[in-house]
């Protein structure tokens, strides 16, 4: 018989040690799922496995190879020589520890093992899809419609219900609007058999930058609330949008749906992250402890909105939509387009028109006017278990859990005593890059950005002076005919080893041509000039538009 140890909390690496020393265990030792160090202790958690049994988690953490088994009769001691003399374990981190109390209790003990509660596998997702609004989705189901035909269980997050913008189908604004694009996103997705859908608390924000994004989202809030969804969904793959500013769509929502995404995947699976959302009950019915485990996903992907397409080629792979589905005999495109149907208060006049057309004029508007049979392309962000950068996104994929992995992250850049640089979004994800070990992650150089015209262009600049005295340090910018500095060129002074963040504006005038959409980009730079030297110059290739989000 198997019984438990007292259904024991034993929390205390001391209390678990007494626990060992006092029987004759059978200790197994399994290559599969993912908990990590914890400061030290030694915590043992419920896991779900046909029989009741104790997982624990060591001081030390190592990872094996091959499942080991140390019969009954170890004690303590001699098992400890044995996992850290005994093989070459060692060389490799973050591992688990099943014990399995197999010994025949005393008598006054012996009791009926009853089984602990298993993590849901309702809600186990092979793919987490994150985006920002309601619609957004339509930019990866052709390619989720495939992956339902591989049986692939797919879930979805919203950072946000939409609730800007115009409303095409009734007169609701505002967080009404939301509402109604919340079950519009709902219905979509429920087109094609995906029903795990949630939505984050973050606000639709009217933006091109990132950072205005989050903070609008209160980003705390919302990267708790994404994390817990990769614990709830357990998911080898993330898909979101690409983190970086493009000329493009490039929503800062979009973007900072791809930022979250990107934090989650390298946070969820750090116990001493959120650590309430990993913490068994502590009450009958615990209202506080979410008694998650930690997850650690094994690849991400992203998808780009940038109007440019030659920068992410070949960084990912590539699926055709044209091919049809098992499931419903349609083209993977078409069932995307019936799927996006739903979204009537944010297209409700392209709707109506396709709603008039017989399927090969649907089929010859959809495929060669709209995108929708496009080819879909991701870019690989990384991957935990190898696979090659183009391959298919499931390659090297197997079923289990993996030890969480700390993103490697990369060493600032030496800088000169005295710099200037480009500030803002730009710099912003000059460092996640660094910090989340996203190197290879494709960006444009120089940086660019699409604005309104008029309007006013704002340069957000970084000045460091890590000299021992103050420094005058002068701005000027080189424009395109037409444009003109507004503010922010001139001298100012630097205190001593201070970081200054400076801004430079510059007037965009109106489009030449007042039929064109839009212009061909254009450069501008902003030079920083001490002691009669270039200390740093910020370039930006600047397209001017009849519409654009903001800044
Ligand atoms: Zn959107």
């Known amino acids: 018989m198997v019984a438990p140890a007292t259904s024991a909390n034993v929390d205390a690496y001391d209390d678990f040690r007494k626990l060992w020393q006092d029987r004759d265990l059978d200790l197994r030792i399994l290559k599969e799922p993912g908990y990590a160090k914890l400061n030290g202790l030694l915590r043992i958690v419920p896991a779900p ?3 009741e049994y104790l997982q624990a988690l060591m001081a030390h953490p190592f990872k094996i190879g091959t499942t080991v088994e140390v019969r009954q009769g170890q004690k303590f001691a001699d098992l400890l020589k044995f996992i850290f003399k005994g093989s070459p374990m060692l060389r490799f981190a973050g591992a688990l520890l099943t014990v399995f109390l197999a010994t025949p209790v005393p008598q006054a003990m012996a009791q009926e093992g009853k089984p602990l509660p298993h993590s849901d596998e309702r809600y186990k997702a092979d793919i987490l899809v994150v985006v920002a609004h309601p619609d957004d989705e339509a930019a990866v189901t052709p390619y989720l419609v495939r992956a339902l035909d591989e049986h692939r269980r797919v879930a979805v997050v919203f950072a946000t ?18 509402d109604v694009r919340e079950i519009e996103a709902r219905n979509a997705l ?21 950072l205005v994004s989050l903070a609008n989202w209160d980003h705390g809030e919302t990267l708790e609330q994404m994390v817990r969804l990769v614990r709830l969904t357990r998911p080898e793959v993330i898909l979101t949008f690409l983190p970086g500013a493009f000329i493009g769509e490039d929503h800062g929502d979009h973007q900072a749906s791809g930022v979250l995404a990107t934090e989650a995947f390298d946070l969820a699976g750090n116990p001493a992250v959120f650590p309430e959302q990993v913490a068994g009950p502590m009450k009958r019915l615990e209202p506080f402890l979410a008694d998650l485990r930690p997850w ?49 208060t944010q297209a409700k006049s392209y709707l109506d028109k396709i709603a008039q057309m017989d399927e090969a004029q649907i089929e010859r508007m959809a495929t060669s006017e709209d995108g929708w049979g496009e080819d ?62 996203l190197g290879n992650l494709p960006h444009p150089e120089p940086p660019e950005i699409a604005l309104e015209g008029p309007g006013t262009l704002v340069i ?3 000045v460091r002076n890590q000299t ?28 001593a080893r201070r970081t200054a963040a400076a801004r430079v ?12 959409k839009k212009t061909v980009a254009q450069e501008v730079t902003v030079r920083a000039e001490a002691n009669g030297q270039v200390i740093g110059e910020a370039k930006l290739r600047v397209e001017l538009r009849k519409r654009a989000l903001p800044e």
Do not use: C
């Not at 991957?383 to 700390?406: C, M």
């Not at 005295?469 to 701005?475: D, H, I």
């Open 376 to 437: 879909q392309h991701f870019v690989l962000g990384k991957s935990l278990v190898g696979g090659s950068v183009s391959g298919d996104i499931f390659e090297e994929i197997t079923p289990g859990a993996i030890p969480y992995a700390r993103p490697e992250a990369v060493p600032e850049p030496a800088r000169p005593e005295l710099s200037a640089e480009l500030g803002g979004p730009w710099s912003f994800y000059a460092e996640f890059r660094r910090a989340h070990g």
């Open 296 to 344: 650690q996903a094994k690849k991400i992907y992203y998808f780009p909105d940038a109007d440019r397409e030659d920068i992410f080629r070949g960084k990912g792979p590539s699926y055709s939509v044209k091919e049809v589905s098992r499931l419903s005999n349609k083209p993977y495109w078409r069932m995307a387009l019936d799927a996006f149907r739903a979204h009537q």
């Open 49 to 51: 496995k046909e029989t």
């Open 505 to 516: 504006e510059v007037s965009l005038p109106a489009l030449p041509d007042k039929t064109e």
């Open 460 to 462: 957000p600049l970084w």
């Open 190 to 210: 429920a087109t094609l058999g995906i029903n795990t859908v949630w939505f984050l608390s973050g606000k639709d924000t009217a933006t091109q930058d990132v």
């Open 161 to 178: 219900r939409g609730s800007s913008g115009s409303n095409e189908a009734g007169a609701e604004q505002a967080a009404a609007l939301g």
């Open 468 to 495: 021992a005295k103050a420094q005058e340090v002068t701005l000027s910018a080189t424009l395109p005919a037409g444009w003109t500095t507004a503010n922010g060129s001139g001298r100012f002074t630097v205190a």
